[in-house]
């Protein structure tokens, strides 16, 4: 399971950055902030699913779990946050304003970059399949994933806990 969190997590975040850089989908503020539990998370689980295959003490692979589970929680509450401000049942930051397109000049780019303008409106789904949007799509893998860390957590810690 700590492995299928590993690849699950890794391709999400790989899927995002292929999105913006292969697809051409520029993020806004929050959709960069929603990466930050993977860039930490993918390497927990990596350290969680070396733990468990390298046999090492079974409160470190809770632990690992445990922490994995938690960044993504977080994670699933950004996603959460960002698609309310999507659909306007919430304001966003305002590090989401929009950026009011391509400064005229490069001392207009520099009043935008000093005002902490950057990338698109949070408040605008660039894409949607399913009528889901990143910020959606998001939440849900974030949710399975938090799920799935529970579950490895309970079997590493199931009926043969009593044991050890």
Do not use: D, K
């Not at 390497?43 to 690992?64: K, Q």
């Not at 005229?104 to 789904?125: F, R």
Request: proline share 5%; glycine share 14%.
């Amino acid at each position: 399971m700590a492995l299928v969190l590993l690849l699950v997590s890794a391709a999400t975040i790989l899927g995002a950055l292929g999105f913006e850089h292969i697809g051409g989908y520029e993020p806004c503020a929050l959709c960069l902030e929603q990466r930050w539990p993977y860039y930490v998370g993918v390497p927990v689980a990596f350290a969680a699913w070396l733990s468990i295959a390298l046999a090492a003490p079974r409160w470190l692979a809770g632990l690992l779990l445990a922490l994995f589970a938690g960044l993504m929680l977080y994670g699933f509450g950004l996603a959460i946050y960002h698609s309310g401000v999507e659909w306007g049942f919430w304001a966003g930051p305002a590090s989401c304003a929009p950026a009011g397109g391509v400064p005229g000049s490069a001392g207009a780019m520099l009043q935008s970059l000093q005002a902490g303008v950057h990338g698109p409106s949070c408040t605008e789904a660039t894409w949607r399949l399913l009528g889901l949007s990143f910020a959606g799509w998001n939440a849900i893998v974030s949710a399975l994933l938090v799920a799935g860390a529970a579950l490895a957590f309970r079997r590493l810690y199931g009926s043969s806990s009593a044991s050890q």
